[in-house]
């Protein structure tokens, strides 16, 4: 009705190691890359400058936690400034408890209802299972100051301090939480606000030519299953035709594949972000069959051959050496000179050193 292209992409099940099955989008037709395999149009997508921007459910919020915080007399000022993210955050849950009005409801019925309510990622887990499970990994700290920093962001929200959860985690301490915000997202409380934060940053786009992010009926779904593998398809906006657009990557679609979506982040921040790993982007028939200390077998578990397929074929994946300079070296002034002259930390650099790309 608003002259998009017909989508070249259907839902439809893809077999999955558990044997029952999984949602997915398959190619309805050939694709080469650069080809358009679907056109949204920007109505049905949300952005934290439109329709997070323009929600009255939203700006009360914040309104009444600065209005609560004694800033900015009785109509409380301008309410605090928030990340792209966390207003997304605060968007879904104001759909979410809310009955739609007739405007909005072709938008939730296409965008909001699909999303998923929380996700798997470890920003959610309980800390004992976190601290077993995540034992020795670098992503282990980084769950535990994404939670902290987001506890303090909805705290700050609530008391009109306003502030990014990134300032928040700098923080030791979050101002305390004031009774008389009873609007209806701060009546859902933080734990939704942590699920729903979880939710937008799994399924919320990027989009290089409008710069910012943006939740996308469809694009955003779990039906859209996120790759590492350097082969996926990439969204952007299309200023010409005013749509968010999925366009095919550098490998060709034949009809019936399944469709992905290229994220290429490291096995780590994919698992904090979506709270799954990238493995079953890999061909069963190319995942080692194991052997080794220490190694799982592929047989031995859907997931230790998800785990362990995902450590080996994840481009994106790097270990991180620390490097610095010894302040006892007599030359050590003339070799920091020369580092800082290429923008590089004589005492805190690090390197990133993957298995087939140097830093």
Not at 157 to 178: E, F, I, N, R
Not at 206 to 218: H, I, M
Not at 318 to 331: E, G
Request: glycine share 10%; hydrophobic share 45%.
């Amino acid at each position: 009705a608003q002259g998009v292209p017909p989508p070249r992409v259907a839902a439809r099940v893809f077999p999955s190691a558990d044997g029952r099955g999984r949602l997915g989008l398959g190619a309805t037709d050939d694709a080469r890359e650069g080809d358009v395999l679907l056109a949204v149009p920007e109505s049905l997508a949300a952005t934290a400058a439109g329709d997070a921007g323009e929600s009255a459910a939203v700006a009360d919020f914040l309104a009444a936690g600065r209005a609560a915080g004694g800033a900015g007399g009785e109509d409380g000022g301008d309410a605090p400034a928030v990340s792209e993210l966390v207003a997304l955050a605060l968007w879904v849950m104001a759909q979410r408890s809310s009955s739609p009005d007739t405007s909005s409801a072709k938008q939730r019925e296409a965008l909001v209802d699909p999303l998923p309510t929380a996700t798997l990622s470890p920003v959610l887990w309980p800390e004992p299972e976190r601290g077993a499970l995540q034992r020795g990994s670098p992503a282990l700290q980084e769950a535990r100051g994404r939670e902290k920093a987001l506890r303090e962001q909805w705290a700050r929200m609530l008391s009109g301090a306003g502030g990014s959860a990134d300032a928040a985690a700098a923080s030791d301490s979050a101002p305390t939480p004031s009774s008389n915000n009873n609007t209806a997202i701060a009546r859902m409380g933080e734990a939704a606000f942590l699920r729903a934060f979880c939710a937008v940053v799994a399924s919320a786009a990027y989009l290089p030519s409008a710069g910012c992010f943006a939740l996308v009926p469809v694009v955003s779904s779990p039906a859209l299953r996120r790759t590492c593998a350097g082969g996926g398809c990439l969204v952007d906006y299309d200023e010409g035709s005013g749509c968010a657009v999925l366009r095919c990557g550098p490998t060709p679609a034949r009809k019936g594949d399944e469709v992905t979506l290229e994220d290429g982040r490291p096995n780590g921040e994919f698992l904090l972000a979506t709270g799954a790993l990238p493995g079953d982007d890999v061909d069963p028939a190319a995942r080692p069959s194991g052997g080794g200390a220490g190694r799982p077998s592929s047989s031995s578990s859907p997931a230790a051959a998800a785990v362990l397929a995902a450590r080996v074929h994840n481009p994106a994946d790097c270990l991180m050496f620390p490097a610095a300079l010894l302040p006892a070296d007599r030359l050590f002034a003339q070799k920091a000179e020369i580092l800082a002259a290429a923008g590089l930390d004589p005492l805190a650099q690090a390197f990133p050193v993957r298995r087939d790309a140097l830093p």
